[in-house]
């Protein structure tokens, strides 16, 4: 077999291929062997089919399949010998098998091109100093006291107040979206999780014991979904229950109550200690990002055409699936897929040159993911996922289904980077100065 490559850029090659015809009429007269034992014709026994009646009747079609047999063995063939990284389906030209000459044919690859690397060394980023205001340790300690409340059930009044947690059944629409909820838990005092923008304080006051109560209000113009945004909601509440949330002070008892301390002043050491842990791993991933953009700077890595179309595809995927976890989709998000392809198409690059070149530092540093660090991972997974699955059955699962590899990959690519971080010049920087909202600069006090 006689295999030639040209180059006609970084990411694509001609292939041309030939195959004497002597190694192809044996491959052929294997093939009417093979199909004269198993074909069935009228007149004929079962396996004693004459190779004329075969060649006459199915020729063709064993001619066809031998040709594509021939292509696909020649490619690996070629990609073997050549160490190419095929990325794409191969665009044969001229494929023809002809009795008695030599099977020529043409074709044109998308490969993965070579990486070479620059220096790794002094990628410069910064990293944010750990602050954490006064502010945040009490936004955290109302959460606790949030999570710790008590729901008592209303004896002394017939009315919901602002505090009210309620179960409603919830029938009707907003503009022409019809809505039916059985059952629906709403917090009064949280408008922010509220499941439509004013719920909440149209909900407040109505009786505890309403039963296809008529309620109906407005929808904010400004309102984040734009299908719903101004229009009019005519609901029909039935209240099934109605409890008072009662949140505990904050104070010792609450400390004791959490199980991280025995005073509030402990608790709020324990809360801002935890906030500075949280807030450290954040900005250290922000440097991770900021030195991965200057190695993807460094390696302007060509990319075949069709590796940046699955590119974008997979950005394209996770759009979608973030959307979903908020109950929307593209249509009613009102994005254009075709146009939220074109804004995703730099970010798929960056990832698919950031990909390549990491992957090229972990095989020129003999990188590797031990067992250890495979299991440990798998621990963590097991750990986080929805429901609870021993770490041992869920690297049984994933390895059954072919999921074991890309988490392997996945942890090799991790240490590519750390490597990368471990050699940056990276400087510590204090917090951006944040201007209250509505207030950029002072305005003249009113005379």
């Given at each position: 077999?006689?295999?030639?490559?040209?180059?006609?850029?970084?990411?694509?090659k001609k292939l041309a291929v030939e195959i004497p015809w002597q190694a192809v009429s044996e491959r052929l007269e294997r093939a009417y062997r093979d199909y004269g034992r198993g074909v069935s014709v009228r007149g004929y026994r079962k396996g004693?089919?004459?190779?004329?009646?075969?060649?006459?009747?199915?020729?063709?079609?064993?001619?066809?399949?031998?040709?594509?047999?021939?292509?696909?063995?020649?490619?690996?063939?070629?990609?073997?010998?050549?160490?190419?990284?095929?990325?794409?389906?191969?665009?044969?030209?001229?494929?023809?098998?002809?009795?008695?000459?030599?099977?020529?044919?043409?074709?044109?690859?998308?490969?993965?091109?070579?990486?070479?690397?620059?220096?790794?060394?002094?990628?410069?980023?910064?990293?944010?100093?750990?602050?954490?205001?006064?502010?945040?340790?009490?936004?955290?300690?109302?959460?606790?006291?949030?999570?710790?409340?008590?729901?008592?059930?209303?004896?002394?009044?017939?009315?919901?107040?602002?505090?009210?947690?309620?179960?409603?059944?919830?029938?009707?629409?907003?503009?022409?979206?019809?809505?039916?909820?059985?059952?629906?838990?709403?917090?009064?005092?949280?408008?922010?999780?509220?499941?439509?923008?004013?719920?909440?304080?149209?909900?407040?006051?109505?009786?505890?014991?309403?039963?296809?109560?008529?309620?109906?209000?407005?929808?904010?113009?400004?309102?984040?979904?734009?299908?719903?945004?101004?229009?009019?909601?005519?609901?029909?509440?039935?209240?099934?229950?109605?409890?008072?949330?009662?949140?505990?002070?904050?104070?010792?008892?609450?400390?004791?109550?959490?199980?991280?301390?025995?005073?509030?002043?402990?608790?709020?050491?324990?809360?801002?200690?935890?906030?500075?842990?949280?807030?450290?791993?954040?900005?250290?991933?922000?440097?991770?990002?900021?030195?991965?953009?200057?190695?993807?700077?460094?390696?302007?890595?060509?990319?075949?055409?069709?590796?940046?179309?699955?590119?974008?595809?997979?950005?394209?995927?996770?759009?979608?699936?973030?959307?979903?976890?908020?109950?929307?989709?593209?249509?009613?998000?009102?994005?254009?897929?075709?146009?939220?392809?074109?804004?995703?198409?730099?970010?798929?690059?960056?990832?698919?040159?950031?990909?390549?070149?990491?992957?090229?530092?972990?095989?020129?540093?003999?990188?590797?993911?031990?067992?250890?660090?495979?299991?440990?991972?798998?621990?963590?997974?097991?750990?986080?996922?929805?429901?609870?699955?021993?770490?041992?059955?869920?690297?049984?699962?994933?390895?059954?289904?072919?999921?074991?590899?890309?988490?392997?990959?996945?942890?090799?690519?991790?240490?590519?980077?750390?490597?990368?971080?471990?050699?940056?010049?990276?400087?510590?920087?204090?917090?951006?100065?944040?201007?209250?909202?509505?207030?950029?600069?002072?305005?003249?006090?009113?005379?």
């Amino acid at each position: 077999m006689d295999i030639r490559i040209e180059e006609l850029s970084p990411v694509e090659k001609k292939l041309a291929v030939e195959i004497p015809w002597q190694a192809v009429s044996e491959r052929l007269e294997r093939a009417y062997r093979d199909y004269g034992r198993g074909v069935s014709v009228r007149g004929y026994r079962k396996g004693k089919v004459p190779r004329a009646v075969v060649e006459r009747m199915f020729g063709k079609q064993i001619r066809d399949e031998l040709t594509q047999t021939l292509v696909q063995e020649s490619m690996v063939e070629a990609a073997t010998r050549h160490d190419l990284h095929v990325v794409a389906e191969p665009v044969v030209e001229d494929a023809r098998l002809q009795v008695g000459e030599t099977f020529r044919y043409h074709a044109r690859l998308e490969v993965r091109s070579e990486v070479v690397l620059a220096s790794i060394d002094g990628i410069e980023a910064t990293r944010q100093r750990v602050l954490v205001p006064d502010s945040e340790v009490d936004v955290a300690l109302e959460q606790l006291r949030q999570q710790h409340a008590s729901y008592d059930p209303i004896t002394d009044r017939t009315v919901t107040m602002p505090s009210d947690v309620v179960v409603i059944a919830l029938r009707g629409d907003v503009g022409s979206f019809p809505i039916n909820r059985p059952e629906l838990v709403i917090d009064l005092s949280r408008t922010a999780q509220e499941p439509l923008p004013g719920l909440c304080a149209a909900l407040t006051g109505i009786p505890i014991d309403a039963t296809d109560y008529a309620l109906a209000f407005a929808i904010p113009e400004d309102c984040a979904q734009r299908e719903i945004a101004g229009q009019q909601a005519t609901f029909s509440v039935t209240v099934r229950e109605a409890r008072c949330k009662v949140v505990p002070a904050l104070d010792d008892d609450l400390a004791k109550d959490t199980g991280e301390s025995d005073t509030l002043l402990e608790l709020r050491a324990a809360v801002r200690a935890r906030l500075e842990e949280r807030a450290r791993d954040g900005f250290a991933r922000q440097a991770r990002e900021q030195v991965l953009r200057g190695l993807v700077e460094r390696h302007p890595v060509p990319l075949a055409p069709a590796l940046i179309e699955r590119g974008v595809d997979s950005q394209l995927e996770r759009a979608q699936h973030s959307l979903s976890m908020q109950g929307m989709n593209l249509e009613r998000a009102g994005i254009d897929p075709r146009d939220l392809r074109e804004r995703l198409r730099d970010a798929a690059i960056a990832e698919l040159r950031g990909q390549l070149v990491l992957e090229a530092i972990a095989e020129r540093e003999s990188l590797v993911v031990s067992e250890p660090d495979l299991d440990s991972e798998i621990a963590r997974l097991a750990h986080h996922a929805k429901e609870p699955t021993p770490p041992g059955r869920l690297k049984a699962e994933m390895a059954r289904d072919g999921r074991l590899e890309s988490v392997r990959w996945r942890l090799r690519q991790d240490k590519a980077l750390d490597l990368v971080v471990s050699r940056a010049t990276i400087t510590e920087v204090d917090a951006p100065v944040a201007v209250p909202v509505g207030v950029a600069e002072e305005e003249p006090a009113l005379r």
